[in-house]
């Protein structure tokens, strides 16, 4: 059944919740929405525009979660986690590169304290136990700033991050065989995140590496369900592999895009899902605070 926005207005207080013409063209404008689909009423009797089943169910739930946060940010991985899990027939790709586009640059401007105490965390997880206060402060600044400027530098980071991973110089790889963390590969992905992120916000991806990304994380949150349970037992990296959970894959929805794009045009497998839960951590928890 199609609807007219008069329709998911009316729909909307039904349920309880408000919405006005004006958020569905804002929410449209910011891909939290899909555009209406436009056809004419006849000769001389305008236009006509309808949104159909999905996308009303998808403004419901959107509309539902958007009184438990403070901004639209963390909403904009809803129409993304959809379009993930149930592809175009529920969401278009279209619709998915301006969600993308404006969650990308919405963590530029989050909260910054938010963000500074989600890079400590971030931080603690990769520090080895003997790491010093002022290295592990030193890493968390300088990824917060390349975070939020988009200015990646990868030997900065390399360097801050290799005295927080091996402060001793003695251990350059530690971890599962199949996971090795180290400062250099660590460096190498954040690195590889922000030339993804650039090329969102350029909106230069092709149609098919969209579509190839998607395919991708399908395969890769499987892989990962099923390498986590023996990952998470290595005593020096285990805690950074939480386990799987339904909630979580929603929030982090457009940082696994991110990251799965990136993974198909630089032609690396990500079958394990390793470090693409490990950016998890450090990519949308570290800009966006829950709330």
Same mark, same amino acid.
């Given at each position: 059944?199609?609807?007219?926005?008069?329709?998911?207005? @009316?729909? #909307?207080?039904? #349920?309880?919740?408000?919405?006005?013409? /004006?958020?569905?063209?804002?929410?449209?404008?910011?891909?939290?929405?899909?555009?209406?689909?436009?056809?004419?009423?006849?000769?001389?009797?305008?236009?006509?525009? =309808?949104?159909?089943?999905? @996308?009303?169910?998808?403004?419901?739930?959107?509309?539902?979660?958007?009184?438990?946060?403070?901004?639209?940010?963390?909403?904009?991985?809803?129409?993304?986690?959809?379009?993930?899990?149930?592809?175009?027939?529920?969401?278009?790709?279209?619709?998915?590169? %301006?969600?993308?586009?404006?969650? =990308?640059?919405?963590?530029?401007?989050?909260?910054?304290?938010?963000?500074?105490?989600?890079?400590?965390?971030?931080?603690?997880?990769?520090?080895?136990?003997?790491?010093?206060?002022? =290295?592990?402060?030193?890493?968390?600044?300088?990824?917060?700033?390349?975070?939020?400027?988009?200015?990646?530098?990868?030997?900065?980071?390399?360097?801050?991050?290799?005295?927080?991973?091996?402060?001793?110089?003695?251990?350059?790889?530690?971890?599962?065989?199949? #996971?090795?963390?180290?400062?250099?590969?660590?460096?190498?992905?954040? &690195?590889?995140?922000? @030339?993804?992120?650039? &090329?969102?916000?350029?909106? /230069?991806?092709?149609?098919?590496?969209?579509?190839?990304?998607? /395919?991708?994380?399908?395969?890769?949150?499987?892989?990962? &369900?099923?390498? @986590?349970?023996?990952?998470? %037992?290595?005593?020096?990296?285990?805690?950074?592999?939480?386990?799987?959970?339904?909630?979580?894959?929603?929030?982090?929805?457009?940082?696994?895009?991110?990251?799965?794009?990136?993974?198909?045009?630089?032609?690396?497998?990500?079958?394990?899902?390793?470090?693409?839960?490990?950016?998890?951590?450090?990519?949308?928890?570290?800009?966006?605070?829950?709330?």
């Amino acid at each position: 059944m199609p609807y007219t926005s008069d329709e998911l207005i @009316q729909t #909307a207080r039904d #349920a309880g919740l408000l919405l006005t013409k /004006s958020r569905i063209r804002d929410w449209v404008q910011v891909g939290l929405l899909g555009h209406p689909f436009r056809r004419g009423r006849g000769r001389g009797k305008g236009i006509i525009a =309808t949104w159909p089943d999905n @996308q009303m169910r998808l403004l419901l739930t959107t509309l539902r979660q958007r009184q438990t946060v403070r901004t639209i940010t963390p909403l904009l991985n809803i129409p993304v986690w959809v379009w993930l899990r149930l592809g175009d027939e529920h969401v278009s790709q279209a619709q998915v590169r %301006r969600a993308l586009a404006s969650w =990308t640059k919405k963590t530029r401007v989050s909260d910054q304290l938010g963000a500074e105490r989600a890079a400590r965390r971030l931080v603690g997880k990769l520090a080895a136990p003997q790491a010093r206060r002022a =290295t592990k402060k030193r890493l968390a600044t300088e990824l917060l700033w390349q975070q939020i400027t988009i200015v990646y530098d990868p030997e900065a980071l390399m360097v801050a991050a290799r005295a927080v991973v091996d402060p001793s110089g003695s251990h350059p790889e530690r971890g599962p065989v199949s #996971a090795p963390l180290s400062a250099e590969r660590y460096s190498a992905i954040m &690195a590889a995140r922000g @030339q993804a992120i650039s &090329a969102i916000v350029a909106n /230069s991806i092709g149609p098919e590496v969209f579509e190839a990304a998607r /395919s991708r994380y399908v395969s890769s949150r499987a892989g990962y &369900a099923i390498e @986590q349970p023996q990952l998470s %037992r290595d005593p020096s990296t285990g805690h950074i592999f939480d386990p799987v959970d339904a909630q979580n894959e929603v929030t982090t929805a457009c940082n696994d895009l991110v990251i799965e794009y990136w993974s198909v045009d630089i032609g690396q497998s990500s079958t394990i899902g390793t470090w693409r839960r490990a950016l998890n951590v450090c990519g949308e928890r570290m800009l966006i605070p829950n709330r």
